[in-house]
């Protein structure tokens, strides 16, 4: 079992920066990949980032890529998303995930954070 819990959401104008945090809870968290995902309203459910068990192999969708950068620590049981240049477009809740194995599709994922909301104004 995995607890997750996001934090770092905010308000901030674009082309400004925030750092998403996702802390877990529960020993085995090094065995789980970690995704980022986004929901805006009226929107389905939006891959951004995920990464490996080791933190050394990640991916991105089209829309974030060189502007995003997941990582984690998991000596604090810690996956973090530094989003840099933001648009108005990045308006969303942002919610982090855990699955045994890598994917983009939502539904691998078995463990879900509440989500914090980051809002990008124009």
């Known amino acids: 079992q995995v607890q997750l819990v996001e934090s770092g959401g905010g308000l901030v104008q674009a082309g400004g920066s925030l750092r998403l945090s996702c802390a877990a809870s529960?020993?085995?968290?090094?065995?789980?990949?970690v995704g980022w995902f986004r929901q805006a309203p009226g929107k389905e459910r939006e891959f951004v980032a995920v990464?490996?068990?080791?933190?050394?192999?990640?991916s991105y969708a089209d829309s974030v890529k060189g502007r995003f950068t997941i990582s984690r620590v998991n000596a604090k049981n810690t996956v973090y998303l530094q989003m840099n240049s933001l648009k108005p477009e990045d308006t969303a809740v942002y919610y982090c995930a855990a699955a045994p194995f890598p994917g983009s599709d939502w539904e691998r994922y078995d463990y879900w954070g509440q989500g914090t909301q980051v809002t990008v104004s124009s």
């Open positions: 990464i490996n068990w080791s933190g050394d192999t990640t």
């Open positions: 529960g020993r085995t968290f090094s065995r789980y990949v």
